[in-house]
């Protein structure tokens, strides 16, 4: 028997939710390790039930697990408790389906979805017994990362030793099959990084350097390495519609954050909001068939009997053909009392008339995002509705019996002024207004208005402002938390300390990794989780790294500076993101490319891109 | 409508999953087996699935019941043969038979048979007699937590057998019969009073605990 199962068993009776670490569940891959080529050991560096919460992670395990020569397993960050047992009685960081411990493995592929995972990111590789820094490592296995965080690879380039860049179902099989070759010929560690460096959305960090300026900014980022890229591209997937979608998905035991079917109906956006780094990185749209997705849809019905199914993308509505698809599905699966969700809605009638079709089913809340308090600030940020919109679905849904609504919005926005945080204070009252005027009283209304702060992120138009202070997000909160006092108003609002740590490290350069790693010595862990975000803990480490957090996060930048990202190449123009800084700036708004290509620049950006054409009527 | 009472086994693979999961386990099973079950009437329908008393999580069984009340009829064997192919690993119905739709399972149950292994700090001599002598008390009491606050219960009259069925160096095997129902204790309170009687010489967070049976009238 494994030894180690029964030492992890044992550990297991004394923690909290135990079926975080069993493995198990429905359609989970059982191989046997002896009898493939490659081990994989896909990485999360986050709990359980956010991380199983995440489609990449389901779409790459379903897929490497295709291949007879791979066996692909899984692994979370242990929660606080099981940590500590761990190191306790030394138990190394294991896989899920097998309890292997993790530097038996060829392959840790970490995704980064979220800034403030980076620590559980070391961490994970520390309980493993896996040296944290990349050059320290000998032999095997290779810590790989990516996902959106990782086209900013500076910050973790001391620690992982390459990135993939873009969308990874098709390189993933590149470096698989380039790493069993490489392994029969018994190659070096080093051969192999020169291996990858070779293959397109492969970025090695150890084959470049960062030249800084005497300001401290970039002055360029130079290859140290012949044959190495001046510029990484990412990939992108071209041929979506037949891309690989698993039809079979993990059904976890343990209620997790999105604890249904996610059927990816297509990928990229076209809105072009200017804060959203998603809306730019994942560009072109790229939509599957209304067939496909019935089909696939039915198949995963079957192989899960869940009893919800997500039709996810980052805008579900603009689907072309959204409202046939949600009426099939729902008259296909009431009676087997399947619902059907979309994750965000759009605010205008269409989206209310699918609410109301999908509630016929399951009752489904209502979340609304205006982002902005005033017309000019949504303008400012490209987010293409008015108040007339926003108060119409309302109203509108008001009418069809909704008593709840969540309204999103962001604050610390670039050129936001107080009269702009009041917008949002003028809005919910409109919309009580609304309420009353539709019922005649306010009774069992509840508006739930949640602000984020904002967050400028690489490779948007935005990429050059400057973050808020916290002092002034902290006035902005104040001004809310006073004026949205009322019974049927609640607000909730993000500690601003963390946004702004999110700001310094998205932004960062490979100096601010040497605060990461610093930080992570003094003990800190799960900073996404408010009860162990530890401000002080940074504000030391990165005084010990001799960084300044404040010239990431609260400068702007002249249009001319070198970033850290600019290494990398997303197929968006930097011509297009400047031309759209530029008009946030003068307030001018950019329509939804699927009117008329606005000229991003993706569409040039490698062989067989075609941007989304929408299907005559 | 018909009402099937099964009796399932959750093995070491699944001794983790709690009695809440368990139940979205077979609902989503039921689905997966494009079996129609019936759905509680009301605001909310739920479907109607009934369990036994919950079992502790990290426990294994091979002798749990639960009921399940169908729409459509389909016969006891067809049912499990279904079930079984899509239930998860570790999870399997080794009997259904139908019953009447007013027989609650609940009113059914009286008691359970257990395994219970526990490791010891050091070996006990004549633990055979001093079980007996603990059994021959009239009062067991543990200490309960209720909404009113702490308070004593006398657990022994649900107590109906208690034997040691191994010794080894470094662990006790014990067989276990207790009444089941409202208010009545679980395997690990008794092993906790009796740990108390014999002076702390067990290590009682490890343990392994399997329900045999459970029994029904
Ligand atoms: S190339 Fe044009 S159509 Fe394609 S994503 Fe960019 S702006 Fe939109």
Redesign the pocket.
Known sequence: MNNLKDKIDALLMKVSKPTRYTGGELNSSIKNPEEVKVRFAFAFPDVYEVGMSHLGLRILYHLLNKREDVYCERVFAPWLDMEKLMRENDIPLFSLETKTPLDKFDFIGFTLQYELSYTNVINMLNLAGIPILSRDRKGLPFVIAGGPCAYNPAPLSDVIDFFVMGEGEEVINEIIDAYIDWKKRGGEREEFLQIVSQIKGVYVPKYYIEVYNQDGTIKEIRTIKKGVPEKVKKRIVKDFENVYHPEEQIVPFMDIVHDRIMLEIFR?C?RGCRFCQAGMIY???REKSKEKILDLADKLIKSTGYEEISLTSLSTCDYSQIEDLVKKLIEKYKDKGVGVSIPSTRVDAVSINLLKEIQKVRKTGLTLAPEAGTQRLRDVINKGITEEDILEATKEAFSAGWTNVKLYFMIGLPTEMMEDVEGIVDLAYKIVDNYKEVKGNVKNLKVTISTSTFVPKPFTPFQWTAQDSIKDIMEKQDLLKKKLKSKVLKYNWHNPYMSFLEAVISRGDRKVGKAIIKAWEKGCKFDGWEEYFNYDKWEKAFKEAGVNPHFYANRERSLEEVFPWDVIDVG?DKRYLIREYKKSQEGRITPD?RLY???????DFDEGVV?FEAPQK | MKRLRNKYIKDERVKFISHLDLLRVFQRALRRADIKVAFSQGFNPHPKISFGPALIVGATTEGDYMDIDLEEDISPEEFRKKMNKVLPPGIEIVESYEVELNDALSTKIKGAEYILQVNVKKSIKYIQNKIEEFMRKDIIEIEKESKSGRKMVNIRPCVLELKVIEEAEDYLKFYIKLKLGEGAPNPLHLLKALNDYLGNLFDIDSYKLHRKNMILE
């Open positions: 990229g076209t560009r072109p749209v968006v490319c290509c606005t000229g991003c620049g993706v569409k941007c």
